[in-house]
């Protein structure tokens, strides 16, 4: 009996290497999230590190000076945490993807064990047939050594 050969392996390979080229996308992703959360960490610190002076003395334009640096933090952390939720939703939309295609390439992983188990069944089938053929002949013979007919 020929050796088995699942028809559709040039499938299960593409199907396959668009899995890992998604699960490569998800990870890319997942980066991208975490430098986000990072940054936003970042802007949250440097806003709490921005005091005024406790000696009460400090100039105009000092006090503006702190006043629009915390506004730009303030702006940042707000830019910032938006870029968190894009990056969030992108990691969910790249998963949902990811799964998809999981579930197709285990699909046809789990046709492929299925017809290599009908494969090995029918191969056993076809080896107890020959083994019962011999059997059969092997009797014959030995019922009749000198019926030469």
Known sequence: ????KFRLQRVLDYRNSVKKDKERELALKNALLHA??????EIIDEQDGVELP???????AELQ???EYQQYLQDALVE???TVLEAASAVEAARDAYIEKAIEAETLETLRKKKQLEHRDERR????????DLT??????????????
């Open 1 to 4: 009996m020929k050796k088995f």
């Open 36 to 41: 986000a959360e990072h940054r936003l960490e």
């Open 54 to 60: 406790t000696n009460g003395e400090m100039t105009m």
């Open 65 to 67: 000076l702190t006043r």
């Open 80 to 82: 910032q945490r938006l």
């Open 125 to 132: 089938r076809e080896e107890r047939k020959e083994l019962n």
């Open 136 to 149: 059969v002949q092997r009797h014959r013979f030995k019922k009749n050594p000198g019926d030469e007919s």
